[in-house]
């Protein structure tokens, strides 16, 4: 069965930092764009950040941009979410997807979430 | 940056034809992908690339894209096609991916 697993959630203070792994299964990552994407409790999705297959490049959104680093271990099948300086505005559900090989392709494959909750 | 809209909701009764857009500047130039989303789930692909049907979607599900406005429709609706839906892009100008606000589908 083809599955993305992700961990790390936590509860973390205003200023504080997490970092979220995502594990691949059943499915490869190596050749394809992976991406974070969060939703905030009842609000829509909001994409946060991707990665080039080779890790040589990342993009992230502008919210995050300079707090948030996303890196990839393909000998592991995982990706990860280093988060410093949480605001609470970052709380939400973390989603990790896999696209395509091609960085405008969809997400075809996504984890079930992790909570991130970042209060005082 | 790229912005998408989407109506916050639709309403349709079952078996009816539900019809959801996407607008943004010239939006057929970009790839667009739309996403279904029920609660506590996590989104799944229901159309690629414009018009494409990932494997396992009912082929109810169609999309396209022309001018400033993607269309997913959603024929023969049914109690479980209720759902939110979000359409996405990655915009090459600013190397970010765009997803609209979403579309809360409610089959009456």
């Known amino acids: 069965e083809a599955k993305l697993v992700e961990s790390g959630a936590g509860l973390v203070q205003p200023g504080g930092s997490l970092k979220l792994a995502c594990e691949a299964s059943?499915?490869?990552?190596?050749?394809?764009?992976m991406n974070w994407v969060r939703q905030s409790p009842g609000k829509g999705l909001q994409w946060v950040a991707t990665?080039?297959?080779?890790?040589?490049?990342?993009y992230y959104a502008d919210s995050v941009q300079g707090r948030f680093t996303m890196s990839r271990d393909n000998s592991k099948k995982s990706v990860f979410l280093e988060m410093k300086s949480l605001r609470s505005e970052d709380t939400g559900v973390y989603f990790c997807?896999?696209?395509?090989?091609?960085?405008?392709?969809?997400?075809?494959?996504w984890g079930q979430g992790t909570l991130v909750t970042v209060s005082s | 940056s790229y912005v998408l809209t989407q109506p916050p909701s639709e309403s349709v009764a079952p078996g009816q034809t539900a019809t959801i857009t996407c607008a943004g500047d010239?939006?057929?130039?970009?790839?667009v992908h739309w996403y279904q989303q029920k609660p506590a789930q996590a989104p799944q692909l229901v159309v690629s690339?414009?018009?494409d049907r990932p494997s396992g979607i009912p082929d109810r599900f169609s999309g396209s894209n022309s001018g400033n406005t993607a269309t997913l429709t959603i024929s023969s609706v049914q109690a479980g096609d209720e759902a939110d839906y979000y359409c996405?892009?990655?915009?090459?100008?600013?190397?970010?991916?765009?997803f609209g606000p979403g579309t809360k589908l409610t089959v009456l």
């Open positions: 997807a896999r696209g395509t090989g091609d960085v405008v392709g969809p997400l075809t494959h």
């Open positions: 059943g499915i490869t990552v190596s050749s394809y764009w």
């Open positions: 990665i080039r297959p080779d890790a040589r490049e990342e």
């Open positions: 010239n939006i057929e130039g970009y790839v």
């Open positions: 690339d414009d018009s």
């Open positions: 996405q892009v990655w915009d090459s100008n600013d190397e970010h991916s765009v």
